[in-house]
Nanobody, 122 residues
Framework: QVQLVESGGGLVQAGGSLRLSCAAS????????IHWFRQAPGKEREFVAR????????YYADSVKGRFTISRDNAKNTMYLQMNSLKPEDTAVYYC???????????????WGQGTQVTVSS
């Protein structure tokens, strides 16, 4: 069974840090572009960051640039999101997703994780 499983969420005070993990199983994800998304209560899901298959190409939403770092360890089939200087507005369920390619200018997401809750208190 192919799956992505997020972990590392929790409750943290503003200014604190968390590291989320996205563990992949069932196949190698070394050729997939990995994305992190988040969804806060009552809000649309929003893009957070993505990383290319080799790990050398990264891209961040403006809201997290300079605070979050996405990385991957293809040998461990695991991807990470290091979140520093957390703010209450970062509170959301965080999801990882694996995209095998682009169709009609949009990423095609083949797999999604179940999400992990991040809560930042003020």
């Amino acid at each position: 069974q192919v799956q992505l499983v997020e972990s590392g969420g929790g409750l943290v005070q503003a200014g604190g840090s968390l590291r989320l993990s996205c563990a992949a199983s069932g196949r190698s994800f070394s050729s997939y572009v990995i994305h992190w998304f988040r969804q806060a209560p009552g809000k649309e899901r929003e893009f957070v960051a993505r990383i290319g298959w080799s790990g050398s190409s990264t891209y961040y939403a403006d809201s997290v640039k300079g605070r979050f770092t996405i990385s991957r360890d293809n040998a461990k089939n695991t991807m990470y999101l290091q979140m520093n200087s957390l703010k209450p507005e970062d509170t959301a369920v965080y999801y990882c997703a694996a995209a095998s390619g682009v169709v009609a200018g949009r990423y095609k997401y083949d797999y999604w994780g179940q999400g992990t809750q991040v809560t930042v208190s003020s």
